[in-house]
């Protein structure tokens, strides 16, 4: 059984997060090992000058302080994580520690086959770039517009981490082994040549059913934006192309053309 560390809003639990989990979990028998984060840095967005007095001030229709009702929120979306997994038959845990950091985070992930998180939610005051480089197992991004993905990308660029990112994947999701699966190599000569061609083609005959192979010039980054754009909910697989490469990726605006415009989430590994 996969374990999937599974990261929540306490508050506000995105639908398309939490469906995306229980579906993935029931088609992959996992269990979801699940943290409930509690963002208090958000009050900021009242522009109060002191926002942590905010948890003493009191709705005037409720009558509670705004820490009650983030408690009462945060109760009725574990009530209803909850009743979706045992209606879908899904295994889960959740963490009991509200105070979980990001140095948590990348613990957890240690014993966790993969990390599952809402393509854009930031873990508090850190940017999802940061999980992503140093977390100890592969990110599922899960894009808003997710469903069951239609076709796999898998992102090759020659080095080992992308090769390593298709061979994790196809170990975790054997289940997507016959979806239409496009090999995407992005070069800048006008002919390019497949790195390890003849490895490349042994390795997805192994793993895959159903695949192409398509030789694209151009940047690596536009590539995989113009070629998602013609196949929507797709999920892309990624290695790190080196840590601070994807850590420019995922701040620049790369990554939203990929979720958003692409309508497709994504898988991201490198090697611990």
């Known amino acids: 059984m996969k374990n999937i560390l599974l990261i929540l809003n306490a508050t ?11 579906n ?19 009050l900021a967005e009242y522009n109060y000058l002191f926002p942590n007095d905010l948890n003493l001030t009191r709705n005037t229709l409720t009558g509670k302080t705004v820490a009650e009702q983030n408690a009462d929120l945060s109760a009725s979306q574990a ?4 009743d979706e997994c045992r209606h879908a038959n899904v295994e889960f845990f959740i963490e009991s520690k509200l105070d979980i950091s990001l140095g948590d985070i990348i613990n957890y992930s240690t014993f966790s086959d993969f990390i599952l998180v809402d393509a854009h939610e930031n873990i508090g ?5 940061d999980l992503l480089v140093r977390a100890h ?30 061979k994790l994947y196809s170990y975790l999701f054997p289940e997507f082994r016959d979806l239409p699966t496009y090999v995407l190599y992005a070069h ?21 059913s159903n695949f192409q192979i398509k030789m694209v010039n151009g ?18 697989i990624m290695g790190s192309y080196g840590r601070n490469v994807l850590s420019r990726f995922f701040h620049q ?6 979720i958003e415009e692409g309508k497709s989430s994504v898988f991201i590994t490198h090697k611990a």
């Open 125 to 129: 005051d850190h940017h999802i770039a």
């Open 137 to 166: 197992c592969p990110v599922y991004l899960v894009s808003k517009d997710a469903a069951k993905p239609a076709s796999i990308i898998l992102a090759y660029d020659g080095n080992p981490s992308s090769v390593y990112a298709i």
């Open 253 to 258: 605006s790369h990554a939203n053309k990929l």
């Open 79 to 82: 009530k209803l994580f909850m």
């Open 219 to 236: 940047n690596v980054a536009n590539v995989l934006v113009d070629f998602t754009a013609a196949l929507p909910h797709s999920l892309i």
């Open 12 to 22: 506000i639990t995105p639908p398309h997060v939490m469906d995306a989990a229980i």
């Open 24 to 42: 993935i979990a029931k088609s992959t028998s996992s269990k979801l090992h699940t943290l409930f984060i509690n963002y208090e840095s958000d």
């Open 188 to 208: 800048s000569e006008k002919e390019g040549v497949l790195p390890h061609e003849k490895e490349v083609n042994s390795l997805l005959k192994g793993h895959f």
